[in-house]
């Protein structure tokens, strides 16, 4: 809005400024003429006035002289009328001065005063006349003397003459400063106008130049922008209502062999028939028609090299700024190859789905065949201990030390044996149930094993350090399990320690999943036997030295297996171990620790 105003408004200023600079020359101009006439107007109105009273002066005084004339003998007609011309003529014209002075009082005040003495000498030449015609020239030379000196008109004549003089002197000074102060406003209009030419031209100079350098942008990015577009590798094309090419890119060309130089060439005759597929080219002319967009359109094309193709067209309509008509920009994208690989993620997806069926098969034999053989073993060795001990029996006091020592090591043997069966069974257990997923507090679990691992071991001294715990989602009994073993092998390998160190804690990793470690200071074991540490009857130390039957951390790992996390380990000899396991941290833990917090 601000970048769209700024040029309207500085139009305007223009505008309005040319309009004053036009009008006032033309005002100051009128004005100016104006008060000429008007002052012409004045001059000649004085003018008029001091010949009326002159006029009016000469009637006085000829009439006075034809008076005179008439005494000295001449009694012609002609000098009788001039006799009585002032009689008959002065009256109008002393009504001419006053209508003509009557915006001037002062005017008007010495007008009456020649009005009366010019009615006074009137009277007395008139009376000198009838004096006259009754043959009194004695009476009538006093009345002419009378009217000379006790009506004089002259005193007045000059004093209107006078006042229409200063009158005038002023009006025409006035008249004069006005005209000169015409003159200085016409010439500063004139300097305006000039600077105002000069603004308009550096305006129009500056625009010039900014719509010069706008164009100049306007053609670099043009340029810049059909330099992007025949760089991108992939092919688009601009196409006209009638699905003519207006501009197509070097891999457009490329892929199907069209001149990108080439224009108005028909969709359909592109590429021998690539194009002729009449959905697609409906679904085009519904693109510009209607303004549907075209998203993702599959199919197979033969291209220019003879090969055919995988390509997903995309299509929508563009609104030129300067014009009405809509264009189609079209894009196309070959997924050829992602084609290929999508079939051959799908073969491999097919392979390793039957792998894995096979490997699903082959454990369900094998736990089934560990649980029938666990079971079958049972009997025998029952059998076993059965016979050992009435054969004992049997012997009685008979049995020597050495007999003894037999029997003991054979049902020693079988119970070690009827012990590694149930762990067998435990084993196969673990890897045949469903999981049964709730929210379990692993904190819990650790308060839970700690006792059974002490268990018979009050005599032995053990610092526990348990951090706090979070709670995840998984099987609660099969977890159990985890912490029992976990913790039962920490109490177990510190046995030899004076003062036993056992530290439970737990993180959250960078994938977002719960790390659970379980340290000691125990007995450790060397790094390179690592491998088999959490395989099933794999021990690291002999029996003698710690019992067990090795199944506890294979029981471990399949557990943190089956719900989708990981264990392994460090330690060194004789300087403790650290257990760790990963569980990952759904989105249903991460919600009941929230709410137990």
Known sequence: MKINGAPRWRTAGLLLAVLFIVALPYVVTRTSIQETQRATAWVAHSSEIKAVTYHLAYLARDSESASYRMLAGDATDATRQRAHRAEQQGPALVQQLRGMTRDNPDQQMHIGALENALSGRITLMKQAQDRLAKGDFAGATRSLNDAAELFPISVEIATIVTNEDVLLKARAAAAREKASNGRIVLALTALAQLILLAVIVLMSERQIGERQRAETREGRAVQRSRMIL??????????????????????????????????????????????????????????????RELWDYDMTQRTADGLERNVVVNARRLQQQDSEVPTLLLTVSDVTTRALAEKQVNELNRQLEGKVSQISDVNRELEAFSYSVSHDLRAPLRHISGFARKLEQHLGERVDEKAAHYLEVIG?????????????????????????????????????????????????????????????????????????????????????????????????????????????????????????????????????????????????????????????????PEKGAHFHFSLPATDAAGAIIESKT
């Open 230 to 291: 025949q760089a991108v590798r992939e092919p688009i094309a601009l196409f006209d209502v009638n699905l003519r090419t207006l501009l197509v890119n070097n891999a457009f060309g490329e892929l199907y062999g069209l001149d990108p130089t080439q224009s108005a060439v028909s969709l359909a005759e592109i590429g021998d028939g690539a194009w002729s597929d009449s959905v697609l080219l409906q679904r085009l002319n519904d693109v510009l028609l209607r303004d």
């Open 412 to 572: 020693g043997s079988a119970q070690r044996m009827a012990l590694l069966i149930d762990d067998l069974l435990v084993f196969s257990r673990l890897g045949r149930g469903a999981l049964r997923l709730q929210a379990v507090d692993m904190q819990s679990l650790v308060d839970e094993a700690r006792p059974l691992a002490e268990a018979g071991l009050e005599e032995r001294r053990i610092v526990w350090t348990v951090a706090a715990l979070p709670m995840v989602i998984g099987d609660e009994n099969m977890l159990r399990t985890v912490w029992q073993n976990l913790l039962g092998n920490a109490v177990k390998y510190t046995g030899q320690c004076e003062v036993a160190r056992i530290d439970v804690s737990a993180k959250q990793g960078r994938h977002g999943d719960y790390e659970f470690t379980v340290s000691d200071n125990g007995a450790g074991f060397d790094m390179q036997y690592a491998d088999k540490l959490f395989g099933v009857f794999q021990r690291l130390h002999r029996a003698s030295e710690f019992p067990g039957n090795g199944i506890g951390l294979a029981n471990v790992r399949r557990i943190v297996t089956r719900h989708g996390g990981r264990v392994w380990a460090e330690a060194e």
